[in-house]
Structure formats: structure tokens, C-alpha cells
């Protein structure tokens, strides 16, 4: 996606640049609108990383075979 807000971008200078200045409003709306998806999108993602769990970042935390066996750390 910021890939896409990048290139976006470099084309709406390039215009501007061309003084295509109708074509550069146009992508300036375009590029609005990435960028209100991106963050939509970049919220949802923080949303779910926070909910997973970060047991294999602490080598303390032992790896059960399954949940059974799981230690309990913390609980949020």
C-alpha cells in the first residue's frame, strides 16, 4: 500500500513538473484516499498484533507440547 502512495506521489510531481496541473488535483485525490486506507488498514493490524501473544520473544517461557502444558505468564 505505501508502495502505491509512493509511486503516486513521484507521478503527481512528475506532472506538476509538466505543469499538468489538472492531472496532479487528480492524483492528490487519489492519494488522499491511499492514504485513509492505509491507516484503516495499519489500525486493523495493530489491532490483531496486540492481541497475539509474544512467547517466543522470551527465551524464560517455556514451549509446552500443547496448551496443557503451557506456563502461564501473565494474564492481561
Known amino acids: 500500500m505505501q ?3 509512493d509511486q503516486a506521489k513521484a507521478e503527481q510531481k512528475q506532472l ?20 485513509t486506507q492505509h491507516t484503516e488498514i495499519a489500525a486493523q493490524l495493530e489491532k490483531m498484533l496486540l492481541k497475539m501473544p509474544n512467547t ?5 517461557i517455556p514451549v509446552g507440547k ?11
Open 3 to 5: 508502495f502505491s502512495i
Open 16 to 35: 506538476a513538473s509538466q505543469q499538468d496541473y489538472e492531472g496532479a488535483k487528480n492524483l492528490k485525490v487519489k492519494i488522499q484516499e491511499l492514504e
Open 56 to 60: 517466543s520473544l522470551d527465551p524464560k
Open 66 to 76: 500443547d496448551d496443557s502444558e503451557n506456563v502461564v505468564a501473565q494474564v492481561f
